[in-house]
């Protein structure tokens, strides 16, 4: 019995820190995002190879991320598309400052 106790102990921690892990998730991804669209940025006003071959492997790296994310099922399709968007927008609101003031 104590070995189950043990056990149901241990999974009310995995579920109390999921919550927690998800928060984390999102931030770094955000953060991975980030970092792509900087790059993307300086390679468009420096173009090499560094930057090029950058771009890809964190575009792959995003790209593994986000099927993990998704592979571990705590967001619908339709949720992790609209994270994705309003991510990106946050990054582009970031960079791109000027730009966001003249659409509106």
Same mark, same amino acid.
């Given at each position: 019995?104590?070995?189950?106790?043990?056990?149901?102990?241990?999974?009310?921690?995995?579920?109390?820190?999921? $919550?927690k892990l $998800?928060?984390?998730g999102l931030a770094l991804r955000l953060y991975l995002?980030?970092? +792509?669209?900087?790059?993307k940025a300086m390679n468009k006003k420096i173009k090499t190879n560094? $930057?090029?071959?950058? +771009?890809?492997?964190l575009?792959?790296?995003?790209?593994d991320y986000d099927q993990a994310?998704?592979?571990h099922g705590l967001i619908s399709?339709?949720?992790?598309?609209?994270?994705k968007k309003a991510q990106l927008d946050v990054v582009n609101k970031t960079l791109y400052p000027a730009q966001t003031k003249k659409k509106k």
């Open positions: 019995m104590p070995n189950n106790e043990a056990l149901e102990a241990e999974a009310i921690k995995m579920m109390l820190s999921q $919550n $998800n928060e984390e995002i980030t970092v +792509i669209e900087t790059f560094y $930057n090029t071959h950058m +771009i890809m492997n575009e792959k790296l995003a790209d994310l998704s592979a399709d339709e949720q992790f598309t609209a994270m």
